[in-house]
């Protein structure tokens, strides 16, 4: 039945609208949402038509009100193809533009302040090759623990990556601010995984 559907049409349409999702730390929306999300990249009759394809192989689950199936993982799959588009995109924009969005706030790193993308940058991690390095010491600017996680789950890194990478984490964690080590224990709780937190105290 979907046999016409190009499958790269399909992972568009999903990590569009994973994104989607994200910016608004939701897990669902009404089906017609999601339509009119996808339209921005197809026709509005394509976009039912993909909508109604993921329904069919189970990648979106729900009638009026869709989310993605069969976890939240697949919604943050989806979500970091979305993310690794962005962010290669903006590492290749030139050097001022790349400063001024990072002042700004509007570069996509900027996300992995907030803990809702914490799994999706994880995630992101696992498939990037080339581009590991630059992905942890990009996100160890923003949020050190998230880039640790990123660094002990995704590809490998550098030594000197890592190396940087556990500094700036540790440096939080004997933080003079209170709210650096607040959110140091928060982020070591919410990684409670023996593969992140023990190299950090061996």
Same mark, same amino acid.
């Given at each position: 039945?979907?046999?016409k559907?190009?499958?790269?049409?399909?992972?568009?349409?999903?990590?569009?609208l994973a994104?989607?999702?994200?910016?608004g730390?939701?897990?669902?929306?009404?089906?017609?949402?999601?339509?009119?999300?996808?339209?921005?990249?197809?026709?509005?009759?394509?976009?039912?038509?993909?909508v109604?394809?993921?329904?069919?192989?189970?990648? $979106?689950? /729900? #009638?009026?009100?869709?989310?993605? &199936?069969?976890?939240?993982?697949?919604? +943050?799959? @989806?979500?970091?193809l =979305?993310?690794?588009?962005?962010?290669?995109?903006?590492?290749?924009?030139?050097?001022?533009?790349?400063?001024?969005?990072? $002042?700004? /706030? #509007?570069?996509?790193?900027?996300? &992995?302040?907030?803990?809702?993308?914490? +799994?999706? @940058?994880?995630?992101? =991690?696992?498939?990037?090759?080339?581009?590991?390095?630059?992905?942890?010491?990009?996100?160890?600017?923003?949020?050190?623990? $998230?880039?640790?996680?990123?660094?002990?789950e995704?590809?490998?890194?550098?030594?000197?990556?890592?190396?940087?990478?556990?500094?700036?984490?540790?440096?939080?964690?004997?933080?003079?601010?209170?709210?650096?080590?607040?959110?140091?224990?928060?982020?070591?709780?919410?990684?409670?995984?023996?593969?992140?937190?023990?190299?950090?105290?061996?």
């Open positions: 039945m979907d046999t559907i190009p499958e790269r049409h399909k992972q568009q349409a999903l990590a569009t994104y989607h999702l994200g910016q730390q939701r897990l669902t929306c009404d089906r017609e949402e999601a339509v009119t999300v996808i339209a921005e990249h197809f026709e509005e009759a394509t976009a039912r038509t993909l109604g394809a993921c329904a069919r192989h189970g990648l $979106l689950a /729900g #009638e009026d009100v869709l989310w993605f &199936a069969p976890h939240q993982t697949v919604q +943050e799959y @989806f979500a970091a =979305a993310l690794r588009e962005r962010w290669q995109q903006e590492c290749q924009a030139p050097f001022l533009r790349q400063w001024w969005c990072s $002042l700004r /706030g #509007e570069h996509t790193i900027a996300l &992995a302040a907030d803990d809702w993308w914490a +799994e999706t @940058f994880v995630q992101l =991690a696992g498939m990037l090759d080339d581009d590991a390095d630059r992905l942890a010491q990009d996100l160890a600017r923003v949020n050190p623990w $998230l880039a640790w996680w990123c660094v002990e995704g590809r490998a890194v550098s030594a000197s990556t890592r190396e940087k990478v556990e500094a700036r984490s540790m440096k939080l964690l004997h933080s003079k601010r209170v709210q650096d080590r607040r959110r140091a224990v928060s982020a070591l709780a919410q990684m409670h995984n023996e593969r992140v937190i023990e190299p950090l105290f061996e």
